[in-house]
């Protein structure tokens, strides 16, 4: 069983940075694709970044690309994600999830297992 738990969520000024945690408490997961999703009040939950088991795969929603970067360490059955630039759209509790699809994706119904999430405010 994978159990995950986010963490490093926080309030942040615009332009700032946060750097969420991972760590998956169950059985290991070097053979998931691991995602990072957002869920802002009122809206759908939305695809943020992903990274494949093999670690040179990523693939990231356009409106992060080139302010996030996702990165995992499997030895320590963890999963990143480093935010810079961060702007007030980006507040939303954020969820990290796992699937058994080897590549990373943005398919939230493929992603069998979710965390609890961490909340990110980014104050203007």
């Known amino acids: 069983q994978v159990q995950l738990v986010e963490s490093g969520g926080g309030l942040v000024q615009v332009g700032g940075s946060l750097r969420l945690s991972c760590v998956n408490s169950?059985?290991?997961?070097?053979?998931?694709?691991l995602g990072w999703f957002r869920q802002a009040p009122g809206k759908e939950r939305e695809f943020v970044a992903a990274?494949?088991?093999?670690?040179?795969?990523?693939s990231y929603a356009d409106g992060v690309k080139g302010r996030f970067t996702i990165s995992r360490d499997n030895a320590k059955n963890s999963v990143y994600v480093q935010m810079n630039s961060l702007k007030p759209e980006d507040t939303a509790v954020y969820y990290c999830a796992a699937s058994s699809l080897g590549v990373p994706h943005n398919i939230k119904d493929r992603y069998a297992y979710w965390g609890p999430g961490t909340q990110v405010t980014v104050s203007s």
């Open positions: 169950g059985r290991t997961f070097s053979r998931y694709t």
């Open positions: 990274i494949g088991w093999s670690t040179g795969t990523t």
